[in-house]
């Protein structure tokens, strides 16, 4: 690990917006986040190398600013062919009801991690920031040697623990408030319903290291009381669901403002995820087995077909607990940023900010697919 943690990008405003997965953190929506002051993080889950380089291109097309990426860490599951079996069976009826049939999901990497990390020393960001788990020793030194700083996510003080002898830059600590998947370090984990608050008050007399406090931001308020609690960072991912340059399905921005209460399932793939609750959740969380990313090829086709049919009972919408005020104007991302702001902030850069590490605001790996 190198002898001091690198400082992440110092940016006008402090506020980062988070890598939403699955088509919704578009080149449009890391580039306007970027350009109106904050650090943009686009996601890498589920791009083929090919398509994490287009959409690197296509941000630097639109922003001269500094962004950064965020990498799933794959996890080598012992094969449970019958547990999938069972899940596959039980979703039988749903399969029927859209008249697909039921695909064979695979046992090896599908998320191309060794490609993506040859990409990102060939070609460096920034920033590169991890979800699911840690890179090696050997990716972590090829990606310091490059200037890279690195953020890893945690949802419990030992995962906080392990992130910092990984010798990461920065932390998340993902709160359970917060939207889509639990960053837990393993699948078959059982996230600790542990609020954000506590989880800050816990591992900030660990560590020096800058901390992003994430999950259910959504007001101004709530971003500087967490600042005073001792963060560095504060993280904004569901507010950003909704504006134009996002790239979430309609009925998903909508049902963000009109559907009420939340659930933890593994239902839709294979690991917890905070979800609006409806039909899907209700009829599978209790019988989902713990088979990450296989429970969600599985599921794939049928949430395809859900979201073609206008069917948001059958499909997964991720949503932090503050998602009804997720906002929806002309230029929303800039604005959401600018209003999440604190007040006496002055535009002064990350670096000014008092307390170590500077103040930003981020996002860990949320997925829409």
């Not at 578009?26 to 380089?53: C, F, I, K, R």
């Not at 906080?160 to 917060?178: N, P, S, W």
């Not at 007399?205 to 901390?211: A, Q, R, V, Y």
Request: hydrophobic share 45%; aromatic share 6%.
């Amino acid at each position: 690990m190198p002898a001091a943690p690198l400082p992440l990008p110092s940016t006008p405003l402090p506020i980062v917006g988070a890598p939403m997965a699955g088509g919704v953190s578009t080149p449009e929506l890391v580039a306007a986040v970027s350009n109106a002051g904050g650090l943009g993080m686009l996601a890498a889950g589920y791009l083929t190398p090919d398509q994490l380089a287009a959409d690197i291109a296509a941000t630097r097309a639109l922003t001269d600013a500094p962004f950064g990426v965020n990498l799933f860490v794959p996890e080598q599951l012992t094969p449970d062919e019958a547990a999938l079996a069972r899940y596959g069976a039980q979703l039988g009826p749903d399969f029927a009801r859209f008249g697909i049939d039921i695909p064979t999901p695979g046992w090896k990497d599908t998320d191309f991690w060794r490609e993506k990390i040859a990409m990102l020393a060939e070609d460096p960001l920034p920033v590169v920031s991890f979800t699911f788990g840690l890179p090696s020793e050997g990716e972590e030194r090829l990606l310091h040697a490059l200037g890279t700083a690195l953020i890893g996510t945690a949802t419990t003080e030992r995962e906080a623990r392990a992130c910092v002898a990984a010798g990461m830059d920065a932390i998340v600590l993902q709160g359970t408030e917060a939207g889509g998947h639990r960053a837990t370090h393993r699948v078959s984990a059982e996230p600790e319903d542990t609020p954000l608050d506590d989880l800050l008050a816990a591992v900030r007399p660990l560590t020096h290291l800058p901390l992003i406090a994430a999950g259910g931001v959504t007001s101004r308020s709530r971003v500087r009381s967490l600042l005073d609690a001792g963060a560095s960072l504060v993280q904004i991912g569901t507010a950003l669901v909704r504006t134009p340059e996002s790239g979430a399905p309609q009925l998903y921005k909508d049902a963000l403002a009109l559907r009420t209460g939340t659930v933890l399932t593994r239902a839709f793939t294979g690991r917890y995820a905070r979800a609006l609750r409806n039909r899907f959740t209700d009829a599978h969380s209790a019988t989902a087995p713990a088979l990450y990313p296989q429970v969600g090829q599985l599921t794939g086709p049928l949430r395809k077909a859900a979201a073609a049919a206008g069917d948001e009972e059958n499909l997964h919408l991720w949503a932090g607990t503050g998602h009804a005020h997720a906002r929806t104007t002309p230029a929303a991302a800039a604005k959401c940023l600018m209003s999440i702001c604190p007040r006496n902030w002055g535009g002064a850069s990350v670096r000014d900010c008092p307390r170590s590490g500077g103040v930003g605001i981020v996002g860990v790996g949320f997925s829409w697919l």
